[in-house]
């Protein structure tokens, strides 16, 4: 082997050393920015649901708050769901607040957003509707969707809600205060018996 040959292979064989190890370092990067987008998923959703989170609604809400964009904002309690957990399990449970999620979800219109805020509770903001009788039909259309008969793991099940209205219109309102007012009249909803909503309009 000539000293031109010796040295063309040692060339090449650098050449691919770099070409592999650019394409390790790229696939690396996709991997990290995969696993970052897995890790930012999982922070913002609620695991049994996949519906939004706690933490994710309420960065939205502020958002919209600090941006001064009206909204309506939907606190849902569900009717007799600690009967089910308790009589059925809470596998049975969380199958079922996931097939509500799914059923109310499909209905949203875009920029609408449905969330999981805890145990049976759930939050809608409707982003663009600060109208009452509009904000009021589709209320009751989340009603209509939550208040089917759910067969799940051979169970037949029935459940209903309520909801508490509170709207935004660009005043000084906070993300605690807003939702404190939808909380009050969520309970004023049960109060006044199930499948009811309440609102301050």
């Given at each position: 082997?000539?000293?031109?040959?010796?040295?063309?292979?040692?060339s090449l064989q650098v050449i691919n050393s770099q070409k592999d190890l650019t394409k390790r370092v790229k696939d690396k990067t996709a991997d990290l920015a995969k696993a970052q987008a897995a890790a930012l998923h999982l922070a913002n959703h609620d695991h049994v649901t996949g519906l939004a989170n706690?933490?994710?609604?309420?960065?939205?809400?502020?958002?919209?708050?600090?941006?001064?964009q009206p909204f309506s904002l939907l606190f849902i309690d569900l009717d007799g769901f600690k009967q089910i957990n308790d009589t059925y399990g809470h596998g049975v449970g969380d199958s079922l607040l996931t097939r509500i999620g799914q059923n109310v979800s499909s209905s949203l219109e875009i920029g609408d957003i449905f969330a999981r805020y805890g145990g049976?509770?759930?939050?809608?903001?409707?982003?663009?509707?600060?109208?009452?009788?509009?904000?009021n039909r589709k209320a009751k259309r989340v009603l209509e969707l939550i208040k089917q008969s759910y067969q799940i793991n051979g169970h037949q099940l029935n459940v209903s809600a309520c909801i508490g209205v509170a709207q935004y219109d660009g005043t000084d309102n906070d993300t605690d205060s807003l939702i404190h007012l939808a909380d009050v009249a969520m309970y004023q909803a049960k109060n006044a018996g199930k499948d009811q909503v309440m609102h301050a309009c």
């Amino acid at each position: 082997m000539t000293l031109f040959d010796s040295f063309h292979q040692m060339s090449l064989q650098v050449i691919n050393s770099q070409k592999d190890l650019t394409k390790r370092v790229k696939d690396k990067t996709a991997d990290l920015a995969k696993a970052q987008a897995a890790a930012l998923h999982l922070a913002n959703h609620d695991h049994v649901t996949g519906l939004a989170n706690r933490m994710s609604i309420r960065n939205t809400i502020q958002q919209r708050i600090d941006a001064k964009q009206p909204f309506s904002l939907l606190f849902i309690d569900l009717d007799g769901f600690k009967q089910i957990n308790d009589t059925y399990g809470h596998g049975v449970g969380d199958s079922l607040l996931t097939r509500i999620g799914q059923n109310v979800s499909s209905s949203l219109e875009i920029g609408d957003i449905f969330a999981r805020y805890g145990g049976d509770e759930f939050v809608l903001l409707l982003q663009h509707d600060n109208q009452c009788d509009i904000v009021n039909r589709k209320a009751k259309r989340v009603l209509e969707l939550i208040k089917q008969s759910y067969q799940i793991n051979g169970h037949q099940l029935n459940v209903s809600a309520c909801i508490g209205v509170a709207q935004y219109d660009g005043t000084d309102n906070d993300t605690d205060s807003l939702i404190h007012l939808a909380d009050v009249a969520m309970y004023q909803a049960k109060n006044a018996g199930k499948d009811q909503v309440m609102h301050a309009c």
